[in-house]
């Protein structure tokens, strides 16, 4: 089972990603790095380390599709969760050809899942929900589960942000997330599986 986690830039996707890994129960994450001509390296890193890594207060950290692998367990049943977290898509084109470029997979990556995690940033309050946003709201019902996880939560500001994305995004599941504290992981966990293909 596949699970594109989309957004716009610096809304907390890798956090989200990597901090879920580690709630169900992984020390260490298998992360295949897909470049941009395609080729697939996998890499094994510690969760803290990944993190380190990967997670920055700076916009357009992850350029590659990240496909996060995770044994679930189901009763007795184990299976396998791949998280894709993907490039931050911004509202405008932007003039850097490596982002262009980033933004283009995740898109791409939008067509063709059968789960879809949006992502936006609640604690920026009146700018927590852009046009892509919308037109993400808009479309990946279309094509798959769709849940928008409004993120950052345990800050201030996410409340009038979260009151903003209700109004403005039409979803039929929303999930008030902090990947920071693992608010919500819980509720995300129960969507995946109610949904699993
Ligand atoms: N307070 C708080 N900060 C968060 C949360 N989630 C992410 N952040 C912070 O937001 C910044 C961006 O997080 P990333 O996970 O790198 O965001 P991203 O969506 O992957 O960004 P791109 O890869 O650039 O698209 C980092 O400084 C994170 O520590 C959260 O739930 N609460
Ligand atoms: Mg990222």
Request: glycine share 6%; proline share 7%.
């Amino acid at each position: 089972m596949e699970a594109a986690v989309v957004g716009r830039p610096n809304t907390g996707k890798t956090l989200f990603v990597l901090n879920f890994a580690a709630y169900l129960g992984l020390a260490t994450v298998a992360v295949d790095v897909v470049d941009s001509d395609g080729r697939v390296s996998r890499r094994q890193w510690p969760v803290a380390r990944a993190r380190r890594q990967w997670v920055s207060p700076l916009p357009h950290r992850t350029l590659h599709l990240q496909r996060i692998r995770l044994p679930v367990a189901a009763g007795k049943v184990r299976r396998e969760l791949v998280l894709i977290d993907s490039p931050g898509v911004l509202d405008g084109i932007p003039a850097a050809e490596a982002v262009r470029h980033a933004m283009a997979l995740t898109l791409e990556t939008v067509t063709h899942s059968s789960l879809i995690l949006h992502l936006v940033d609640a604690s920026r309050a009146e700018a927590a929900v852009g046009p892509f946003d919308r037109e993400l709201a808009a479309y990946a019902p279309l094509v798959g589960a769709y849940a928008v996880l409004a993120n950052k939560m345990d800050l201030p500001a996410a409340q009038a942000g979260l009151a903003r994305v209700r109004r403005l995004l039409p979803a039929p599941v929303l999930i008030p997330l902090s990947a920071r504290t693992g608010r919500g992981f819980r509720e995300v966990k129960a969507f995946v599986f109610r949904h699993w293909a």
